[in-house]
């Protein structure tokens, strides 16, 4: 059975940063792009960062200059760094496994995690 469990979120100040991980058990993330995803209370679910099988990475733009998707496969691990966090990226984030390269849809997505909670306030 594979299983993706986040890890990392948490109460942030605005300009803040965070560290968030997802270790995948049951499979190897060798073959997958791995995605990360946020949804705000409210709000569809939207695409934040990507990350090829190949070390690909494409950012969406509310994350371009601010985050940074990367995998460890030896550790079976994607983390995502948030840096200069605003309030209006409180959400919960989810990270994903999609046998497609770089999907663009969450639909392509097989694997999902459960989510780990950001909050930006002061």
């Known amino acids: 059975q594979v299983q993706l469990v986040e890890s990392g979120g948490g109460l942030v100040q605005p300009g803040g940063s965070l560290r968030l991980s997802c270790t995948v058990s049951?499979?190897?993330?060798?073959?997958?792009?791995m995605g990360w995803y946020r949804q705000a209370p409210g709000q569809k679910r939207e695409l934040v960062a990507q990350v090829s099988s190949s070390g690909t990475t494409v950012y969406q733009e509310i994350a371009k200059g601010r985050f940074t998707i990367s995998r460890a496969n030896a550790e079976n691990t994607v983390y995502l760094q948030l840096n200069s966090l605003e309030p209006e990226d409180t959400a919960v984030y989810y990270c994903?496994?999609?046998?497609?390269?770089?999907?663009?849809?969450?639909?392509?997505?097989?694997?999902w995690g459960q989510g780990t909670q950001v909050t930006v306030s002061s």
């Open positions: 994903a496994a999609s046998t497609f390269r770089l999907p663009r849809t969450g639909s392509l997505y097989r694997y």
């Open positions: 049951g499979t190897t993330i060798n073959v997958y792009t």
